[in-house]
């Protein structure tokens, strides 16, 4: 089993630019959501997912998109990356209301 | 809004000492609470997670309590070994499904050798 599957894992992106984080999980999860973690401020709920073609806004949702076609995939698109928006981005999913497990993290850091 | 709080921030101890970590948590109406492990450059690992009907939950050296109405949850770890540094948090699920995680700032623990 891979679990939870995060690609790239490090990313250096100019302001404004645009990109897509990848995750993908093997495990048939139902709940997939994205965490941002910056220091001082812990790890924020930014989408979640409950099931595909269901997605929701989380604590921090602002700068960024989400969509859930499959069970297995949810990326992250950030639509125009501005400064603010350095940071370690986690995936993580499980069955709803159950144990999280988590991708290893993609480090984003914008110019 | 949930703030979720975790005393001490760090922590250093000797091997073989049992410890306790403290998790705080504002608002009693919570789904599930949740305790993790990362290590530095990794992602996070739910070592324990007990729901808001149960009292404690246990994994070999780990123990977590929950209790709801004073806002509290405890990981003890029993008889601690340098492979257990690592920054330890809580996280309490805050919605319907217990998803939806809140998480607390995190302690850093160094067992020496």
């Known amino acids: 089993n891979a679990g939870v599957t995060q690609t790239p894992k490090f990313q250096v992106l100019k302001t404004g630019q645009s990109m897509t984080l990848q995750c993908a999980q093997d495990m048939n999860h139902e709940y997939m959501s994205w965490y941002r973690q910056d220091p001082g401020m812990g790890l924020r709920l930014i989408h979640y997912s409950v099931g595909a073609g269901i997605t929701d806004q989380g604590e921090v949702p602002n700068g960024y998109n989400v969509s859930r076609s499959t069970t297995e995939d949810f990326p992250l698109r950030l639509l125009s990356a501005a400064p603010s928006q350095t940071s370690v981005y986690f995936c993580?999913?499980?069955?709803?209301?159950?144990?999280?497990?988590f991708g290893s993290g993609t480090q984003l850091s914008v110019l | 809004k949930q703030e979720v709080t975790q005393i001490p921030a760090a922590l250093s101890v000797p091997e073989g000492e049992n410890l306790v970590l403290n998790c705080s948590f504002t608002?009693?109406?919570?789904?599930?609470l949740q305790w993790f492990r990362q290590d530095p450059g990794k992602g996070l690992t739910s070592l324990l997670l007990i729901q808001s009907s149960q009292r404690e939950q246990t994994s070999g050296r780990l123990n977590a309590s929950l209790d709801k109405s004073s806002g509290r949850s405890t990981l003890y770890i029993a008889a601690s070994q340098p492979g257990d540094s690592a920054t330890y948090l809580c996280?309490?699920?805050?919605?319907?499904?217990?998803?939806?995680?809140?998480f607390g700032g995190g302690t850093r623990l160094m067992v020496k050798p």
């Open positions: 996280a309490d699920g805050n919605n319907n499904a217990g998803n939806m995680l809140t």
């Open positions: 608002d009693s109406a919570i789904y599930n």
């Open positions: 993580a999913s499980g069955p709803n209301g159950e144990k999280l497990f």
